[in-house]
T-cell receptor
Framework: GNSVTQMEGPVTLSEEAFLTINCTYT??????LFWYVQYPGEGLQLLLKATKADDKGSNKGFEATYRKETTSFHLEKGSVQVSDSAVYFCALSPSGGYNKLIFGAGTRLAVHP | DTAVSQTPKYLVTQMGNDKSIKCEQN?????MYWYKQDSKKFLKIMFS???????INETVPNRFSPKSPDKAHLNLHINSLELGDSAVYFC??????????FGEGSWLTVV
C-alpha cells in the first residue's frame, strides 16, 4: 500500500542553522510528492511539490528533490528563521485512481533565536 | 480572496449534539474533500466529492454525512457527537489530478 514516513520530532534548531527533515515513501507507480506546513493555530499550506523523479520543488528557501531510487523527498533549508517554526507534513498523491493525499505523521520544528 | 473557506473556525459543543461545518471554494475546482486531524496531528482523508458525487469514503462512521449541493460547496454534518470526534476538520479542493488546497480548518471540541 501507500504510506509516508517522516522523521520524528520535535526538531529544535538555532536561527540560521541548516534544516533537514527526512521523508521516505512507499507507493506503487509514480506518485506526486508534497510538503505542507502548518503554522501554530493555522491551517495547512502547500509549501512545495514535485511530480516526477528528479524534480526539485522549492519555495521560501525550502527545497526537496524527488528521489525515486531511494524513495525519498527530504526537506531542506540552508538557514532557518524563527518564523519557520511550524509542523511540516510530507505527503504523497498516488498515481492513478482518485486524487487524494496520504500524509506522514508530521514533524514539529522549533527555531530559537 | 479566500480560496477555500470553512465555517465555523471554532466549535465547542456537548456530547450527543448534531453540528455542521460548511465549506466553500472559489477556485473553480471539481473535487472537494474533508480531512480529519486528530490530537496527535495525524491527518487522514474522510471523504471526497467530484462534481457533487461521492468518490471516496474512508470507512467513516455513519454519523458523519457530507453533502454537496453544488461543486463549490461541501458541508459536513455530524450526528450524535462523541468525545472522540474532537479534532480539526479540514476542507480542501482540487482539480481532478492536481494539487490539493486546504481551508484554514475547523477546531471541533466535544465536551
Amino acid at each position: 500500500g501507500n504510506s509516508v514516513t517522516q522523521m520524528e520530532g520535535p526538531v529544535t534548531l538555532s536561527e540560521e542553522a541548516f534544516l533537514t527533515i527526512n521523508c521516505t515513501y512507499t507507493a506503487t507507480g509514480y506518485p506526486s510528492l508534497f510538503w505542507y506546513v502548518q503554522y501554530p493555530g493555522e491551517g495547512l499550506q502547500l509549501l512545495l511539490k514535485a511530480t516526477k523523479a528528479d524534480d526539485k520543488g522549492s519555495n521560501k528557501g525550502f527545497e526537496a528533490t524527488y528521489r525515486k531510487e531511494t524513495t525519498s523527498f527530504h526537506l531542506e533549508k540552508g538557514s532557518v528563521q524563527v518564523s519557520d517554526s511550524a509542523v511540516y507534513f510530507c505527503a504523497l498523491s498516488p498515481s492513478g485512481g482518485y486524487n487524494k493525499l496520504i500524509f506522514g505523521a508530521g514533524t514539529r520544528l522549533a527555531v530559537h533565536p | 480572496d479566500t480560496a477555500v473557506s470553512q465555517t465555523p473556525k471554532y466549535l465547542v459543543t456537548q456530547m450527543g449534539n448534531d453540528k455542521s461545518i460548511k465549506c466553500e471554494q472559489n477556485l473553480g475546482h471539481d473535487t472537494m474533500y474533508w480531512y480529519k486531524q486528530d490530537s496527535k496531528k495525524f491527518l487522514k482523508i474522510m471523504f471526497s466529492y467530484n462534481n457533487k458525487e461521492l468518490i471516496i469514503n474512508e470507512t467513516v462512521p455513519n454519523r458523519f454525512s457530507p453533502k454537496s449541493p453544488d461543486k463549490a460547496h461541501l458541508n459536513l454534518h455530524i450526528n450524535s457527537l462523541e468525545l472522540g470526534d474532537s479534532a480539526v476538520y479540514f476542507c480542501a479542493s482540487s482539480q481532478v489530478s492536481d494539487t490539493i488546497y486546504f481551508g484554514e480548518g475547523s477546531w471541533l471540541t466535544v465536551v
